[in-house]
């Protein structure tokens, strides 16, 4: 079969010869050849030596998502399945797979592919033109691999509704890949049992990826007061009161994600320790330090509030204004848990920002542990989008 050939500038593909997978529309000097969007194409420097294949977009600034280093490689079935494979063998190496992230894009070797397992269950993401063309046959394929291992999938659906659809040039979708099924479903994390919407929860329905930051609290919660600020449906907020927490109350702006909340405390038996509220958390926080409120233990888990560069300056205070908020309500020798989900909020950065909200109210902070996302969200270097959760622990302690 003959693929277009693009090829960069000189002094371009800097990012793909460290190791990345992505090609911007202004890196490439040249497409000769006729294809269509979606295509897979041939990747040659400006001196015309080759560096794999990948697939092409004249939609998306990311003009060339790679596939492969091996020009040679075909992009068929065995390749597919290799790549599947790869990726089901490095979960049951790393990670708990009852329920786990199977396919995390760029760091999988598959670009713009998500696929997250919800017991037996299947959610799908796709996020680039060229995957999209093969979400279905690649679903197919993946449930043979689990098979094999005795792992039956009685459902999948897609939840490709994310806003970076519309920068391919493609619509936001969703809805069952294949037959219907109960969209409703029971999964256990760390011994926690929650109720999963993957039709109508944020993003393929829960955060697989701090599952292990989930269970890092266990130990500070044992007989504490906790707060569990931007909870969404639970997850930490369960995690304490399954340690022992004297009393935990979770905050959200979400009416629905408290509903559901409340629900997995009732399921986990723990509505007599576990409460929820429906609140803004910029705005309680201060309502609760004017009303002399402390607390043993607060975990800060908020959405993303960056996602491009241009609003890090706004997130930076965003950010500063809830941990300085938290440090205030908590006792002297206490614990914050805190962490960014931004990959725009780098790691200096949100360590610095931290560090500023402390100073600003006095407080010293003692290191109890830094860690990132779950493993099977693995950081491929050189992909720095791969790399966005930031999650420390922290004793805080007053001036000395």
């Not at 093969?134 to 897609?158: C, N």
């Not at 109720?195 to 130990?219: A, C, H, P, W």
């Amino acid at each position: 079969m003959e693929h277009a050939i693009v090829t960069l500038k000189k002094g371009e593909g800097r990012t793909i010869k460290a190791g990345g997978a992505w090609i911007y529309d202004n890196e490439i000097a040249s497409v000769v050849g006729s294809f269509a969007d979606g295509d897979v194409v041939l990747i040659h420097d400006f001196d015309g030596y080759p560096m794999g294949k990948g697939y092409i977009n004249r939609h998306s600034k990311i003009r060339v998502r790679m596939l492969t280093r091996h020009q040679e490689q075909e992009i068929d079935d065995d390749f597919w399945r290799m790549r599947l494979q790869a990726a089901w063998d490095y979960r049951k190496a790393t990670v708990d797979t009852s329920s786990c992230r199977l396919v995390f894009g760029e760091a999988d070797f598959l670009p713009g592919l998500v696929i997250d397992k919800f017991s037996d269950v299947l959610v799908v993401e796709s996020l680039a033109l060229g995957i999209d063309r093969y979400k279905e046959h690649l679903v197919e394929i993946l449930k043979e691999i689990l098979a094999a291992d005795g792992v039956t999938i009685r459902g999948v659906y897609e939840r490709s509704d994310a806003r970076e659809r519309l920068k391919e040039g493609m619509e936001r979708v969703k809805g069952f890949l294949g037959q219907e099924f109960d969209t409703n479903v029971e999964i256990v994390e760390n011994g926690v049992h929650y109720m999963v919407d993957v039709k109508e929860g944020q993003k393929t329905g829960f955060f697989l990826d701090q599952k292990y930051n989930r269970q890092s609290i266990r130990s500070i919660c044992k007989g504490a007061k906790v707060l569990d600020c931007f909870t969404h449906t639970g997850s930490f907020a369960l995690n304490a009161g399954q340690a022992g927490a004297a009393s935990v109350l979770g905050l959200d702006a979400s009416e629905p994600g408290v509903e559901q909340a409340k629900k997995n405390a009732a399921l986990n038996g723990l509505s007599h320790i576990v409460d929820f509220e429906c609140a803004d958390v910029f705005e309680k926080l201060p309502k609760m330090e004017a009303a002399g409120e402390k607390f043993d233990v607060i975990i800060l888990d908020p959405p993303a509030f960056t996602k491009s560069r241009n609003s890090v300056k706004n997130a930076v205070k965003g950010y500063r204004e809830i941990n300085l908020r938290a440090m205030k309500l908590i006792k002297d020798g206490g614990y914050l848990a805190t962490c960014s989900c931004s990959h725009f909020m780098t790691y200096e950065l949100f360590t610095k920002t931290i560090g500023q909200a402390a100073a600003n109210v006095h407080k010293r902070l003692r290191q109890v542990s830094f860690a990132t996302q779950a493993p099977d969200h693995p950081i491929l270097w050189a992909a720095d989008t791969s790399y966005y959760l930031k999650f420390y622990i922290f004793q805080v302690c007053d001036e000395k």
